[in-house]
């Protein structure tokens, strides 16, 4: 019977595909004569199910990186303490400003805080040199940040370096203006964490201060670095009273506080030339596990409680306890200080209630290790001291009484009543303890030591005496030996030379003049030691000008032409200083404009889209000219948020303000286009693993 003709194609398809089949199983080794359809297809669903199963995994991770992109908040890259303040104004409670890691912020005066909950830190919270700078750059301003105000609570200053530029600006000349560099309290819940703070214009790198009506309680002051603070005291220099040199204070502490139940705890400090850490009263506060150095200045004391103010001498639950006070190569005059005799010759005043147990002293320059009197219900024990003590009396110590010699534990018994005391303590009268001067050491002198007597001059200074030249009459002559360069220290005076109206250019000036002086010294002294080794060779002045003449006369055309070299060099960097500033200038003249032509716009859209609110089925309102808008046909009355006048406003405050929110505008469109990015990059695998599920699935069906 013969075959009929196939009907379609799609039958055409099904029996060369059925062949194809055949000829496959043929070849095989093991081929099921009547394969299973329902077991083919389970598993062909099998491994196309699970080969789905990761994509929604996948757009789920995509989808969660998304949301951790875009909830990243953006450092604050340009600000000055104005914008800051600002944006602390404008954000209200709760407030988070994060500056950029690695960047200096230059302050012409304090970072303030307005409302509670209000934080400053660097982005990321790093602990190293990764944290942001903030530096004092105002003539006169003392201090960086300030936080005391009666809304301040729970204020949070985190993983910042605040340095005071005391070393370029020098100290605050009037005593009301030298404040704390960091000052926080009159609050509860305040807090310092991970900070470098040093280098502070006034008395104190961080004060605490108890309030108006000594309500601030829970103050934090933890891991933090604080020093160097301040410089060592002069005699010479700052007269008999640190506290009164005209040249400003020398002295300044490391922490003030004045606030119950706070927490000052692993701090390192050092060289602070005060005190590292004066208590004033603060009852309830825990000082612990501090680290007192004393490295490269020397220091009135490690630890103070001294003073009845505020709390009237109230020290009920402050306790000092496991702190280490290391006098590692400077003196510190007393370790740990309690009772006002110790500071002055005050014997009437007692302290009340307070504790200090377990404290170390170390160090070879050690003065008095703990000296206590004027107590009552006072703890002292299990203090351990490992230190040398040692140091001289200074004029500035008193005739009556006569203070004993730098020991490890002193009181005075008599005035100590109902206290606990470990055994050691030498009973001993005294007062203003801390009028002593470290011992000279050779190896490690003193900065303003007294010059030796003449009987402990060294053989090499003898030598020098001997070091004369002999005149015609049998007289002698010294010659000036020549100097070493740490001997020669170049003043500048404290105003400025150079006002370009850049403070950086001023500086890059003041350098290279200082630059040019130490040139000229070093040439003077190539002159002097010309003549120091030709001095002998000649019996007269002519013979030694014979010598010295040409030698003196090469070198003075060296020094001719160096100086007409710097001079020049200072001419032209003064030009480009006047320069840049004309360009800056310009700039803020061209922002401002720009800033009235924004104003006009926005004034433009402003009053079109009231217009545009406006019902289109009801007569124009002349009202909407008097700043009403109609809104779903009912008049609302707008307040006016009209910009303040451009002629009234600082022109720098103006640019700072545009600068900020261009940066933010940029962060904004930065993480529009992260997002963007992202989103596109999980439609694009959805849709290449919707393609590829749909080739497999015509497979399964051909199979």
């Not at 301040?230 to 490391?254: F, H, I, K, T, V």
């Not at 060289?271 to 009263?281: L, M």
């Not at 109206?501 to 010309?530: A, N, W």
């Not at 007569?619 to 008097?626: A, I, Q, T, V, Y």
Request: glycine residues 8%; hydrophobic residues 35%; proline residues 6%.
């Amino acid at each position: 019977m013969a075959l009929s003709p196939l009907s379609s194609s799609n039958e055409l398809a099904f029996y060369s595909q059925k062949r194809r089949r055949r000829r496959t199983c043929l070849t095989a080794t093991r081929c099921p004569s009547n394969p299973n359809p329902s077991r083919m297809t389970s598993h062909l669903y099998k491994r196309i199910g699970m080969r789905l199963s990761s994509i929604p995994c996948l757009i789920i991770t995509l989808l969660s990186l998304l949301v951790l992109v875009s909830a990243a908040p953006p450092c604050v890259r340009f600000a000055d303490y104005d914008s800051i303040n600002q944006m602390f104004i404008d954000g209200g409670p709760g407030t988070k400003i994060l500056l950029c890691p690695n960047r200096l912020y230059r302050l012409s005066g304090p970072i303030i805080f307005t409302a509670a909950d209000q934080e400053i830190a660097t982005y990321g919270y790093p602990t190293g040199s990764e944290r942001a700078v903030l530096r004092v750059e105002g003539r006169n301003t003392a201090t960086a940040i300030q936080g005391d105000c009666r809304r301040c609570a729970r204020v949070s200053v985190k993983n910042l370096v605040v340095d005071g530029n005391r070393k370029k600006l020098g100290r605050m000349r009037d005593f009301e203006l030298a404040t704390g560099l960091v000052v926080l309290g009159g609050n509860e819940g305040q807090t310092i964490q991970n900070c470098w703070i040093k280098n502070p214009r006034g008395f104190t790198a961080i004060h605490i201060r108890e309030g108006d009506k000594l309500q601030c309680t829970g103050a934090r002051v933890e891991k933090n670095e604080i020093g160097p603070v301040g410089e060592e005291y002069d005699p010479e220099r700052d007269g008999d009273d640190p506290e009164m040199s005209p040249l400003g204070r020398p002295l300044a502490d490391g922490v003030s506080i004045a606030c119950r139940d706070s927490f000052i705890r692993d701090n390192t400090f050092r060289d602070n030339t005060d005190a590292a850490i004066v208590i004033y009263g603060s009852p309830g506060t825990l000082v612990h596990a501090n680290h007192v150095f004393a490295q490269t200045l020397s220091a009135m004391a490690g630890i103070l409680m001294v003073d009845s103010t505020p709390f009237d001498g109230d020290y009920t639950g402050t306790v000092v306890r496991s702190n280490i006070i290391d006098a590692v190569s400077r003196t510190i005059r007393v370790g740990i200080g309690i009772g006002p005799t110790v500071w002055s010759d005050d014997t009437e005043t007692i302290l009340t209630g307070g504790s200090v147990i377990g404290n170390g002293l170390k160090g070879r320059y050690m003065g008095y290790g703990i000296a206590a009197a004027g107590l009552k219900q006072w703890t002292i024990k299990d203090n351990w001291d490992e230190a040398k003590h040692e140091g001289r009396k200074s004029a500035r110590c008193f005739d009556d009484p006569v203070n004993p010699d730098p020991i490890g534990l002193l009181y005075n018994k008599p005035t100590m009543e109902d206290c606990i005391v470990q055994s050691g303590f030498a009973d001993h009268n005294f007062q203003y303890l801390v009028c002593i001067d470290g011992l000279y050491d050779k190896a490690n002198p003193p900065k303003h030591d007294p010059p030796l007597p003449p009987d402990d001059l060294s053989p090499t200074n003898a030598q020098d005496e001997d070091n004369t030249v002999q005149q015609d009459g049998g007289g002698s002559e010294p010659i000036e030996q020549p100097r070493e360069v740490s001997d020669i220290e170049v003043e500048l005076p404290v105003e400025k030379m150079f006002s370009t109206g850049s403070e950086m250019m001023d500086d890059v000036l003041e350098h290279s003049y200082q630059r040019m002086l130490e040139v000229i010294d070093h040439l003077s002294r190539r002159v002097d030691v010309l003549g120091a080794a030709n001095g002998g060779k000649g019996s007269g002045d002519s013979k030694i000008s014979e010598v010295l003449d040409p030698a003196m006369s090469s070198h003075l055309e060296k020094l001719q032409r160096k100086i007409e070299h710097l001079e020049f060099s200072l001419r032209s960097q003064i030009e480009t200083a006047i320069q840049l500033r004309s360009a800056i200038q310009g700039w803020d003249q061209e922002m401002a404009l720009v800033a009235d032509w924004e104003y006009d716009i926005l004034l433009d859209v402003r009053h079109k889209l009231e217009l545009s609110s406006y019902p289109h089925d009801q007569p124009l309102d002349p009202k909407l000219m008097r700043g009403q808008s109609h809104l779903d046909g009912k008049a609302l009355v707008i307040d006016d948020h009209s910009h303040p006048s451009l002629e009234s406003e600082n022109l720098r405050s103006m640019s700072n303000r545009a600068r900020l929110n261009a940066t933010e505008g940029a962060g904004t469109r930065a993480s529009v286009w992260q997002i963007g990015l992202i989103g596109g990059s999980a439609i694009a695998l959805v849709w290449v693993g919707l393609g590829w599920w749909k080739k497999r699935k015509v497979h399964g069906k051909l199979l």
